[in-house]
Antibody
Framework: QVQLQESGPGLVRPSETLSLTCTVS??????????WGWIRQPPGQGLEWIGS???????YYNPSLKSRVTISVDPSKNQFSLKLRSVTAADTAVYYC????????????WGRGTLVIVSS | DIQMTQSPSSLSASVGDRVSITCRAS??????LNWYQQKSGKAPKLLIY???SLQSGVPSRFSGSGSGTDFTLTISSLQPEDFATYYC??????????FGQGTTLEIK
């Protein structure tokens, strides 16, 4: 079955760049109709979509984060990555990677999530 | 932005009860409405997509309905494992997917 696993530092200093990688198993990242996305959840709060990317390059970002975010895909490793620049304490959250099914516009498989704390 | 508003924010119910959670969009989203269940410390799990389609493996006691701006998630007979937080999500605007604020379902 499809599985996703986030990895990356759990602590990032303010003004630096948050970098996370999602490794996909059980499915190819280069399959038609599937985008690969990131969603975050601040402690005790709701869900916020960050962005989604297709393996061949088409990308959508949340306008509120667009100036600071880059999502990339590495089909050779079956991985995709998130970079969020110039972080502040407000970026502290659990970050989830997820498979984004384009036709239905739904997120059908999620990673377990990784907590990233922004603090000096 | 399309705002998604869920009601109630929290709900107390008993095992065996029938419960409904409402999600209202600030503009029409056709049928691009999905529902997720999140248990404490876990990732969200897709329950319903396209307003009323049951995701594979999800029990049939879960159902969804609605169209346009008003949508409902119904659990026909609550089971102990259903106590969780539920989120709706609109998929109509492709550069700004938004979630409702969540509804926490608690044991009475």
């Amino acid at each position: 079955q499809v599985q996703l696993q986030e990895s990356g530092p759990g602590l990032v200093r303010p003004s630096e760049t948050l970098s996370l990688t999602c490794t996909v198993s059980g499915a190819s990242i280069s399959i038609n109709n599937y985008y690969w996305g990131w969603i975050r959840q601040p402690p005790g709060q709701g869900l916020e979509w960050i962005g989604s990317r297709y393996y061949s390059g088409s990308t959508y970002y949340n306008p509120s984060l667009k100036s600071r975010v880059t999502i990339s895909v590495d089909p050779s490793k079956n991985q995709f990555s998130l970079k969020l620049r110039s972080v502040t304490a407000a970026d502290t959250a659990v970050y989830y990677c997820a498979r984004h099914v384009w036709d239905e516009q739904m997120f059908d498989h999620w990673g377990r999530g990784t907590l990233v704390i922004v603090s000096s | 932005d399309i705002q998604m508003t869920q009601s109630p924010s929290s709900l107390s119910a008993s095992v065996g009860d029938r419960v409904s959670i409402t999600c209202r969009a600030s503009q029409s989203i056709r049928n691009y409405l999905n529902w997720y269940q999140q248990k404490s410390g876990k990732a969200p799990k897709l329950l319903i997509y396209g307003t009323s389609s049951l995701q594979s493996g999800v029990p049939s006691r879960f159902s969804g309905s609605g169209s346009g701006t008003d949508f409902t998630l119904t659990i026909s007979s609550l089971q102990p494992e259903d106590f969780a937080t539920y989120y709706c999500q609109q998929g109509y605007i492709t550069d700004l997917y938004t979630f409702g604020q969540g509804t926490t379902l608690e044991i009475k």
